[in-house]
């Protein structure tokens, strides 16, 4: 098959290994940064040009889309969706995901388990915004946030009230949540693809703190799932309409509750974490796609998955 991963950087680990992953299973991939993507979008034919020439057909694509490039990022996988090419993460779902409130909105509506979760702008009582979680403690989150900055613990009602007026001063929306005491400080990836988790970690984060992003800091080991775990991973990916995703977990005590979920989630962690060979299944996963997208080439049109 002819394959194309769109990627700002084509040194980075996923990349790296997404292509050589799919050459070892013998198909054509190619790196292709996507900001670099253009095209005509008036053309009764759609096309993607890159580096001055019209892009072949591929029959698949991967998208790695940062949260910083998603807009332009989504609108040049719509393109390729356009020339026929099986994305592996919809342009529609990438959206979904890259927003917060609409996914955990869409995940409550189908009963997954989510930490009790106030959204705010300029909330007009914010001592009742706060009561609504649950009170302090609580976890106070700029919804621009990335690698656990932007997320404060508030310890007392008093704090959480001065934070989230911080945070109103900033002019930014602001997520209030239940702070999930017993998850210790760890979360747990599940690292879905298809409709199953094909790996799992759990991060903790150092000590004295409760964040377990890697990048504070935090060390990731592997985890045996319940099936209570694996089964709420794999509905919300599902409920996103993602084909690859990362879906965090907290360990609350009344069952998972999810975080968020990732349309473009990394590969370095999951893969020395668990020492599998997740870039592979990817590429079993298109595989198997591609097959039964040519049994049904009849209905040419691959249905939208997700709602919402
Ligand atoms: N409600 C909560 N209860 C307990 N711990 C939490 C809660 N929310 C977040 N955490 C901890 O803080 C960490 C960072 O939070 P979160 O994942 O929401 O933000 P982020 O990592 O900055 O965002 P992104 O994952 O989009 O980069 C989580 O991995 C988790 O360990
Ligand atoms: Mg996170
Ligand atoms: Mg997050």
Same mark, same amino acid.
């Given at each position: 098959m002819k394959i194309a991963i769109l !990627? +700002?950087?084509?040194?980075l680990y996923s990349t790296r290994r997404l292509k050589e992953a799919g050459e070892a299973q013998g198909h054509q991939v190619d790196v292709?940064?996507?900001?670099?993507?253009?095209?005509?979008?008036?053309?009764?034919?759609?096309?993607?040009r890159y580096k001055g020439k019209e892009l072949p057909p591929y029959d698949a694509i991967i998208p790695r889309i940062g949260a910083s490039i998603s807009f332009y990022g989504t609108a040049v996988v719509r393109q390729f969706e356009m020339t026929g090419a099986f994305s592996v993460n919809e342009s529609?779902?990438? !959206? +979904?995901?890259?927003?917060?409130?609409?996914?955990m909105q869409l995940l409550s509506r189908k009963g997954i388990g989510l930490p009790r979760t106030g959204f705010a702008n300029r909330p007009d009582n914010v001592k009742d915004l706060i009561k609504n979680v649950g009170g302090a403690p609580c976890v106070i989150k700029l919804l621009e946030g990335t690698q656990g900055i932007g997320v404060v613990l508030a310890e007392t009602t008093k704090s959480a009230e001065a934070i989230v007026e911080a945070f109103m001063g900033l002019n930014a929306d602001i997520l209030i949540q239940e702070f999930i005491k017993e998850a210790g400080g760890a979360?747990?990836?599940c690292f879905v693809v298809g409709d199953r988790v094909v790996a799992a970690m759990k991060r903790q984060g150092g000590?004295?703190?409760?964040?377990?992003?890697?990048?504070?800091?935090?060390?990731?080991?592997?985890?045996?799932?319940?099936?209570?775990?694996?089964?709420t991973a794999v509905s919300a990916a599902n409920i996103m309409g993602l084909n690859v995703c990362g879906v965090d977990l907290l360990r609350a005590e009344r069952g998972p509750v999810v975080m968020e979920v990732n349309s473009s989630p990394g590969l370095a962690g999951i893969e020395a974490a668990t020492e599998?060979?997740?870039?592979?299944?990817?590429?079993?996963?298109?595989?198997?796609k591609f097959i039964e997208k040519n049994a049904n080439a009849k209905s040419n049109r691959n249905r939208t998955q997700g709602k919402g």
């Open positions: !990627s +700002r950087n084509k040194k292709i940064d996507t900001l670099h993507c253009y095209m005509d979008i008036t053309s009764d034919r759609s096309v993607v529609v779902a990438i !959206s +979904r995901s890259r927003d917060k409130l609409r996914s979360d747990i990836r000590e004295g703190e409760f964040r377990s992003n890697l990048h504070r800091g935090g060390s990731a080991v592997l985890v045996k799932l319940t099936p209570e775990e694996r089964a599998k060979d997740v870039a592979t299944m990817i590429f079993k996963f298109i595989e198997k």
